[in-house]
């Protein structure tokens, strides 16, 4: 190969060369440009599909308000403002929503106003009519006479001058109930038709209780009566 | 190993569910009755001691009296004693206290038990029971026949209060009721 042919080869070399560069530069540039593009408009989607989302959540939540405002729903009260605090946790900062959020939040206040105040009427009612029926059963034993009758036993034998006297009486007591066995309860408290009772006695204990205690705290409640008339089961209550 | 190992597993599961059963709740106005129920053992035990004590009742009231007296403790409980002339305490069984209540040389015995009260409230304990103490004061005075009075003391003794829901059968329907247990009375101090 000569000097010239070599020297040649040098200027070719070095043109193409520079043509590789300047190609390399526009592909670069051509690069940047579709992937700036590309970046804008993932930018540009994912707004959407974030704008997208948003508006089905408010109108979602105009929905689940609307339905809490009109009263659709089978939810409980606390069920229905566990759905609101979820719908206001989303934190959507759009007026109708807010609008509505305020009109379920003063709605449910007023539904839990009612139920209350409904808890209150019933338990009123319901204490009442304890009331009622105690007080009825109460006017119907002062005046059967089996009732006086006992009880006034129980006070002559509780303040007796003396043991004698005491145990006199309750030898006359005794043959008012089937045997001296009887099982006595005593009522300690009572909530509706569950009752406490205090340990189980029977008559003959109970008088004796009475003679050694000297006071009577507790009145006859209920007697239970064979076909003789005699008492088979009797229920105090304290005083 | 299994076998076993599911063995302890039940067993430890039938235990907790034994003690969540155990533990019954119980409403302010329930806990209030039972409250009241222990402090009426309690003044019950003290019209008994009085009772027991009086050289005026007889000794056949006086053994029935020391019999219900008996029913009111947890078997094997104790009672304390003092005095002002010694300064240990005795503890008795409950029959032995009162029996030497009984003996007592005294021609007469006046006991009066007054500020009965909570010291430690009514507690629900794991198995269900409750478990407080009272505390009361109990006035003693002792007559001579010539002499007139020759003893007397005040001692502030604690009494442990047990009381355990409990159920029986009566005319064919069952009966839950309260029961109180009166355990150990100790005595805390003795003056004149």
């Known amino acids: 190969?000569?000097?010239?042919?070599?020297?040649?080869?040098?200027?070719?070399?070095?043109?193409?060369?520079?043509?590789?560069?300047?190609?390399?530069?526009?592909?670069?540039?051509?690069?940047?440009?579709?992937?700036?593009?590309?970046?804008?408009?993932?930018?540009?989607?994912?707004?959407?599909?974030?704008?997208?989302?948003?508006?089905?959540?408010?109108?979602?939540?105009?929905?689940?308000?609307?339905?809490?405002?009109?009263?659709?729903?089978?939810?409980?009260?606390?069920?229905?403002?566990?759905?609101?605090?979820?719908?206001?946790?989303?934190?959507?900062?759009?007026?109708?929503?807010?609008?509505?959020?305020?009109?379920?939040?003063?709605?449910?206040?007023?539904?839990?106003?009612?139920?209350?105040?409904?808890?209150?009427?019933?338990?009123?009612?319901?204490?009442?009519?304890?009331?009622?029926?105690?007080?009825?059963?109460?006017?119907?034993?002062?005046?059967?006479?089996?009732?006086?009758?006992?009880?006034?036993?129980?006070?002559?034998?509780?303040?007796?001058?003396?043991?004698?006297?005491?145990?006199?009486?309750?030898?006359?007591?005794?043959?008012?109930?089937?045997?001296?066995?009887?099982?006595?309860?005593?009522?300690?408290?009572?909530?509706?038709?569950?009752?406490?009772?205090?340990?189980?006695?029977?008559?003959?204990?109970?008088?004796?209780?009475?003679?050694?205690?000297?006071?009577?705290?507790?009145?006859?409640?209920?007697?239970?009566?064979?076909?003789?008339?005699?008492?088979?089961?009797l229920e105090l209550i304290k005083k | 190993m299994k076998k076993f190992k599911i063995t302890i597993i039940a067993l430890a599961v039938l235990l907790g569910c034994s003690t969540l059963f155990a533990q019954e709740t119980i409403s302010p106005d329930r806990k209030k009755a039972i409250d009241s129920l222990a402090l009426e053992k309690v003044r019950d035990l003290s019209k008994y001691i009085a009772l027991v004590g009086s050289k005026e009742t007889p000794w056949s009231e006086a053994q029935r009296v020391i019999q219900r007296a008996e029913e009111l403790f947890m078997p094997g409980s104790e009672m304390g004693v003092s005095s002002l002339y010694r300064p240990e305490i005795s503890y008795f069984k409950v029959r032995e206290y009162f029996e030497r209540l009984m003996r007592l040389n005294y021609e007469k015995v006046n006991i009066d038990w007054y500020n009965i009260e909570y010291v430690s409230d009514l507690e629900q304990q794991p198995d269900g029971t409750f478990v407080g103490v009272i505390t009361i004061f109990q006035r003693f005075e002792g007559f001579d026949k010539e002499k007139g009075l020759v003893y007397k003391d005040v001692t502030k003794k604690d009494i442990t209060i047990y009381v355990k829901r409990k159920e029986t059968q009566i005319g064919g329907r069952l009966i839950g009721f309260w029961d109180v247990l009166l355990g150990d009375i100790r005595v805390k101090e003795t003056h004149p």
């Open chain 1, 1 to 233: 190969m000569s000097v010239q042919s070599i020297t040649n080869l040098s200027v070719l070399k070095g043109k193409s060369m520079h043509s590789i560069y300047r190609l390399s530069a526009k592909l670069l540039m051509l690069m940047l440009v579709i992937a700036m593009s590309a970046g804008l408009t993932s930018c540009k989607s994912q707004k959407k599909i974030l704008a997208r989302e948003r508006a089905a959540k408010i109108e979602q939540a105009k929905v689940r308000l609307q339905a809490l405002l009109d009263d659709k729903s089978t939810l409980t009260l606390d069920q229905k403002f566990a759905e609101l605090n979820t719908i206001k946790g989303w934190n959507l900062n759009d007026k109708d929503v807010d609008n509505l959020i305020a009109k379920v939040e003063d709605k449910l206040s007023k539904d839990r106003d009612l139920v209350r105040k409904k808890a209150e009427d019933d338990l009123r009612a319901r204490e009442a009519e304890e009331r009622r029926q105690a007080e009825a059963r109460n006017a119907s034993k002062s005046g059967d006479p089996r009732y006086i009758k006992l009880t006034e036993s129980f006070n002559v034998i509780s303040h007796a001058a003396s043991v004698d006297m005491a145990n006199q009486k309750i030898l006359e007591v005794l043959p008012l109930f089937i045997n001296p066995d009887v099982p006595v309860l005593i009522v300690i408290s009572q909530n509706g038709s569950a009752k406490d009772y205090d340990r189980p006695t029977t008559i003959k204990r109970y008088l004796e209780y009475l003679k050694d205690q000297k006071r009577n705290i507790n009145q006859v409640d209920n007697m239970v009566f064979d076909a003789n008339g005699k008492i088979t089961e």
